[in-house]
């Protein structure tokens, strides 16, 4: 399913707290990621080797985390006329960091959990708008994937 403009526009009114504060909500996305999937902490080189108790308060994972919020906010402002963010994002993961797209979806799902514990009201109607978003972005991200010739 593909997202529609109603879709970012409902995910966006309760998006608020989040960009208010998107090194801490990128900071719980990241070490929920690196929990529930221990193996993606290999494809952080700065992380790589560190202990849970490491990653907690760890400037690196609070600045790499308000990156992936302040990207994601930039998605959802957008209504989804975002296609040069996405190119931008395919072009330094396919080619500089060499992260595969099965990665892409993992942090969806975690950044959905992350919503609907952290966020109020963040119920089933607003639950499936994010997943339409975060379903659209992949989509169109693994065009530009496909576009560089990156399959890892």
């Given at each position: 399913?593909?997202a529609?403009?109603?879709d970012?526009?409902t ?15 990128g ?8 929990e ?14 560190l ?15 308000e ?6 906010t930039e998605?959802?402002k957008s ?9 931008a ?62 399959k890892?």
């Open positions: 399913m593909s529609c403009e109603a970012y526009k995910v966006f009114s309760f998006w608020t707290p989040v960009e208010a504060d998107p090194r801490c909500y900071e719980i996305i990241l070490l929920r990621l690196f529930t999937h221990p193996d993606v902490q290999k494809l952080f080189p700065k992380f790589v080797d202990s849970k108790e490491q990653l907690q308060n760890n400037p690196g994972v609070q600045a790499h985390g990156i992936v919020v302040c990207k994601l998605i959802l209504n989804g006329k975002c296609k040069e963010i996405i190119k994002l395919a072009e330094s993961h396919a080619k500089q960091h060499k992260i595969p797209l099965v990665n892409f979806k993992i942090i969806s799902d975690v950044i959905v959990t992350v919503a609907t514990e952290k966020l109020d009201g963040f119920g089933p109607d607003a639950q499936t708008a994010l997943k339409n978003v975060l379903k659209t972005f992949q989509i169109e991200l693994e065009v530009f994937y496909d576009e560089l010739g990156f890892p």
